[in-house]
């Protein structure tokens, strides 16, 4: 079993974490299992895109994601739909998202709380809500 986390963790070395060091921090303990992994708070990390979608695909069962607090312009809303259908909680409040499209193009069906206030597109969301 051990050579196994070892091994896990050595996979994980090769990849591109972006701006997430808490990702990456995340990835490299020895006891991590993505598979347990239910909450992901990466707030106040200054990244501009999302996490990597490789490393999105490797927690099925993550039903919270905190963004907050960075300077994320585009949020691809269907991208993350795809690898996270049990997300229930998405924080992407105070960041610098202006595309309407990004946040209406999510299909979650468990999603029951998206923040997103903070964000240039906020007044255009209120008008249709």
């Known amino acids: 079993m051990i050579n196994n986390k070892l091994q896990n963790k050595a996979k994980y070395e090769s990849f591109n974490y972006g701006q997430y060091e808490k990702l990456k921090r995340l990835f490299h303990d020895p006891s991590f299992e993505p598979i347990q992994v239910e909450e992901l708070d990466l707030s106040n990390e200054k990244a501009t895109t999302i996490p990597n979608v490789l490393c999105l695909q490797l927690l099925p069962h993550l039903k919270v994601l905190v963004l907050s607090g960075n300077q994320i312009h585009r949020f691809p809303g269907k991208v993350v739909a795809k690898e996270l259908q049990a997300l229930t909680i998405l924080d992407l409040s105070n960041n610098l998202i202006e595309e309407l499209d990004d946040?209406?193009?999510?299909?979650?069906?468990?999603?029951?709380?998206?923040?997103?206030?903070?964000?240039?597109?906020?007044?255009?969301?209120?008008?249709?809500t």
């Open 103 to 128: 946040l209406a193009d999510m299909n979650l069906p468990n999603l029951s709380v998206l923040d997103y206030q903070g964000n240039y597109v906020n007044t255009y969301l209120l008008r249709i």
